[in-house]
C-alpha cells in the first residue's frame, strides 16, 4: 500500500495533468532531433524530444553548442505538448512556447526575435533568409538542362506586401514554368515557394547547394 501511494506521487508530480492524456503514439511521432532556430537567420542547434517522463514533462537532450549558440537553453530541462508545445525548465516555467503552424513545424513569437522547432535535414544549421535569395536564378533539371531564368526581386508584387515580385526571362523558358505565371516568392521556413496568379505554385526545398523542387510535388527541378 505505501509502495503504490510512493509510486502515485511521483508519477503525480513527474508528469504535468495536461500531458497524462496524451496519446503515446503522438508522443512518439514528436520525438526525435528538432533545429531549433532563431527566426533571424542566425544559427540554431539540435534539441532531441524523448518520450521518457521527468519533473514537468518529457525528457530532453541538448546539442553541445546548444548554450553557446542559443543562451537561453541552458536551462530548459523538459518539454511539454500541452496547448502546443513548451520547453520549460526545472521549476516547471516555459522558456519557450511554441504554437502549431500547417506545416508542422513550431513557432515561438517571443522572445525577439522569435524562433521556429523544425524537422531539418542535418546540413542545415538555421533558416534561409529572403536578402540571401535576391537575385538572378535558373530553373534546371538533374542533368543540367535549363528550363528557366528567374529574377527574385527585393519589392513586393503588384497588390501583394507579404512576399516579393518574381521576374521571368520569357526568352528560353519552358512552357511548364511560363504556364503558372509566376508573380511572387517568398521564405516559408526551409522552403523557397514561387507564387502564379491562379493558385499555382513551385515549392523547393533547401539542399547543401541551394534547392531542389519538393518530393510531395512530383518531378525534379533544381534551382
Not at 45 to 52: A, E, G, K, Q
Amino acid at each position: 500500500m505505501i509502495r503504490a501511494a510512493l509510486v502515485f506521487l511521483v508519477l503525480t508530480f513527474t508528469i504535468p495533468a495536461g500531458a497524462q492524456g496524451i496519446d503515446p503514439a503522438i508522443l512518439r511521432a514528436m520525438a526525435g532531433s528538432w533545429l531549433l532556430a532563431p527566426m533571424n537567420g542566425q544559427p540554431g542547434c539540435r534539441v532531441t524530444l524523448s518520450t521518457s517522463t521527468t519533473i514537468g514533462g518529457y525528457g530532453l537532450s541538448l546539442a553541445p553548442d546548444c548554450p553557446r549558440l542559443l543562451p537561453r537553453l541552458s536551462e530548459v530541462t523538459a518539454w511539454n505538448p500541452t496547448d502546443g508545445l513548451h520547453l520549460i525548465n526545472a521549476a516547471r516555467r516555459n522558456v519557450l512556447s511554441f504554437h502549431e503552424s500547417e506545416d508542422a513545424s513550431y513557432t515561438a513569437s517571443e522572445p525577439s526575435p522569435g524562433f521556429a522547432l523544425l524537422r531539418a535535414p542535418d546540413h542545415v544549421t538555421r533558416l534561409p533568409m529572403p536578402s540571401e535569395a535576391f537575385g538572378s536564378w535558373v530553373l534546371k533539371r538533374p542533368d543540367g538542362e535549363v528550363v528557366c531564368r528567374i529574377q527574385l526581386l527585393n519589392r513586393p508584387p503588384p497588390g501583394g506586401e507579404e512576399s516579393f515580385a518574381v521576374r521571368i526571362t520569357a526568352q528560353g523558358c519552358q512552357s511548364a514554368v511560363t504556364r503558372l505565371k509566376l508573380v511572387s516568392w517568398r521564405m516559408e521556413m526551409l522552403k523557397l515557394v514561387l507564387y502564379g496568379t491562379d493558385g499555382a505554385s513551385l515549392r523547393f526545398v533547401q539542399t547543401p547547394s541551394g534547392f531542389a523542387k519538393a518530393p510531395e510535388e512530383g518531378g525534379r527541378l533544381l534551382i
